[in-house]
């Protein structure tokens, strides 16, 4: 991959860490972002995250996953929750069966994330998968939203 390819990305990503967009624009941002990603080796965002080396506001960390508030929410409550270790699964098409338990241990810190978030009437549970799903970081991730009416179909 060029150097410009990288620092193309590399821009993309970083800006959603340096400003929030307008409402309207997070959309098309965010599509720009997984249009512009691609796996790698490399760590990611949340790799970075998960050894501090980036702050983050987290709600429940336990020896498998991170769960921490999102830098531009859709929803009044808008977490990620992420395993510590990529181990391969990069996205949920990428999963084995060895990815399993965490698969689950992903969806049940969801519903107990949910709970401490008080979120009694609903929430929704995300995950992005490849470009046409507006995956801009190849780090299996769940997205929990909640705090307000969700509308269908949801994109």
Not at 21 to 50: G, Q
Not at 56 to 82: C, G, N
């Amino acid at each position: 991959m060029s150097d410009d390819i990288k620092k193309s990305r590399l821009s993309v990503l970083s800006s959603h860490l340096i400003h929030l967009p307008p409402e309207s624009s997070v959309m098309a941002s965010e599509k720009e972002a997984a249009l512009a990603a691609a796996p790698s080796d490399s760590p990611t965002i949340f790799d970075k995250i998960i050894n501090k080396e980036i702050p983050s506001t987290v709600v429940y960390e336990d020896d498998k996953v991170l769960a921490f508030r999102d830098i531009a929410p859709q929803a009044p409550t808008h977490i990620l929750i992420i395993p510590k270790k990529r181990d391969g699964l990069t996205g949920l098409s990428k999963a084995e069966e060895r990815h399993t338990e965490i698969l689950g241990h992903l969806l049940y810190t969801a519903k107990l994330v949910a709970k401490q978030e008080g979120l009694e009437d609903g929430f929704r549970i995300v995950i992005n998968d490849g470009p046409q799903g507006c995956q801009s970081v190849y780090h299996i991730h769940v997205h929990l939203i909640g705090g307000r009416q969700m509308n269908w179909p949801p994109g």
